[in-house]
């Protein structure tokens, strides 16, 4: 019966044991004090508080590492087709239509008969002129065989003026010596005065010949103008296609009356088509006249290459762009005019970093750039030109081909401060 006082003797002389000679594992056991290497850890940081204090000063940013890569830098757009070509053909003359109509779809080639017109009277006017013509015609002859007539009076009175006044010189000689009356004299006087009128009167049938003659050719030339008016009024009557092409509607219908300015057809040319487009200032600069330039439209995804033909020089003055056109060859006329186009124009590779849109910010100037670390934590700024936006980020050039750029914090830094930074590392 005194076994449990022994036993009683052995478990204080345990508890002493650990009490006195294992106090330091008792206490770890327990929870009631920290092992050994966390409390060397702790002598450790409280023997260095000068060095965590001024890193506790330094303003903390996230940075990332970025190296340069060499793109594509292609000019990426969106538009839409155009037809190279499109006209509405209409009446130039009032008549009514005598063919039959050609239907929407048809391919015409140029110069082909799209409406005939009813000629009406148009026929027997151009005739009437043609009358006219052949009798002004005839005058301007009748009046040129008087010019001769004229002039061989004006000869004939001349010769006769010489004569009377010789018989004038004549007789006043005689007079003055007495072998002649004064009769005679006031005869021969008489004969050059009728002579003088006669040479009048062959002038003035001259110049009213001439004057025959200008207005016989006056009444010609007005005599063509109304066959050539004639002439194109019958010609009007025969609507042609001005172009190879498409009917994009039907032709008017028989029977029907067209005014100056009616509707016969509206004929589309689709080869070549145009791609159209409009490029942002920003890309403007980057595209070139004779540049190969690969599109992909929204319908059917088909691709298609072409070459620019135009670049605008004024920009819309609403949406402050710049319209580009392509032209693309479309033999088999699939593509069709208003179909939306995601277009690629070939620019100069670049080298370029791919960095979130959000790193992106302004110096002091106004100018767009973003904030970098160098090895010694300070902060450069670096001003950057935009290639491209995508989904992943923006492609920017005019930087160094290493560089660590800030992504958060940047905006709260300039150009000069030393920063604690944090990397992280990114897939591009």
């Given amino acids: 019966m005194r076994i449990f006082p022994l036993i009683t003797a052995i478990a204080v002389a345990v508890l002493l044991y650990f009490a006195i000679i294992e106090r330091d594992r008792a206490l770890e056991f327990l929870g009631l004090r920290e092992p050994a290497d966390v409390a060397q850890n702790a002598t450790d940081d409280a023997e260095n508080p000068a060095r965590e204090a001024k890193t506790e000063n330094l303003i903390k940013v996230v940075a990332q590492h970025s190296v340069a890569q060499k793109i594509d830098s292609a000019v990426v757009l969106r538009g839409q087709t155009q037809a190279a070509r499109q006209v509405d053909v209409r009446s130039e003359t009032s008549a009514t239509v005598l063919s039959a109509p050609l239907r929407k779809g048809t391919f015409v080639e140029t110069g082909q008969l799209l409406c005939q017109l009813d000629p009406g009277t148009r026929g027997a006017t151009l005739a009437e002129a043609k009358a006219r013509l052949a009798e002004a015609r005839a005058r301007l002859s009748e009046a040129e065989s008087r010019v001769p007539e004229s002039r061989a009076r004006i000869l004939e009175a001349n010769a006769v003026l010489e004569e009377a006044m010789t018989n004038q010189n004549a007789a006043t000689k005689l007079s003055v010596d007495g072998f002649a009356s004064d009769t005679r004299v006031k005869s021969a006087n008489a004969q050059v005065a009728a002579a003088e009128a006669s040479i009048e009167a062959a002038n003035s049938g001259l110049s009213a010949a001439r004057s025959g003659i200008q207005s016989a050719a006056a009444g010609i030339e007005s005599a063509q103008a109304t066959v050539a008016a004639a002439q194109k009024e019958l010609s009007r009557l025969d609507i042609k296609a001005p172009f190879a092409g498409l009917l994009e509607s039907d032709t008017a219908e028989l029977g029907s009356l067209l005014q100056p300015g009616s509707l016969c057809s509206t004929v589309i040319q689709l080869d070549p088509i145009k791609l159209v487009a409009f490029a942002p200032e920003t ?146």
């Fill in 283 to 428: 890309e403007v600069d980057r595209i070139e006249l004779g540049a190969t330039a690969g599109a992909r439209l929204a319908a059917g995804g088909a691709q298609v290459v072409g070459k620019v033909t135009f670049l605008s020089r004024s920009a819309d003055p609403t949406t402050r762009t710049f319209r580009v056109e392509i032209e693309v060859p479309n033999k088999d006329l699939k593509i069709r005019d208003g179909q939306t186009a995601e277009i690629l124009i070939g620019a100069a590779g670049a080298q370029a970093h791919l960095v979130p849109g959000s790193a992106l910010t302004l110096n002091n100037d106004g100018a767009l750039g973003l904030r970098a670390v160098d090895d010694t934590g300070l902060v450069q700024f670096h001003q950057v030109e935009m290639l491209r936006d995508t989904v992943d980020g923006v492609w920017l050039a005019g930087l160094p081909d290493t560089l660590d750029i800030i992504v958060v914090g940047q905006d709260y830094v300039t150009a000069g401060v030393k920063v604690a930074p944090t990397f992280r590392e990114v897939t591009q």
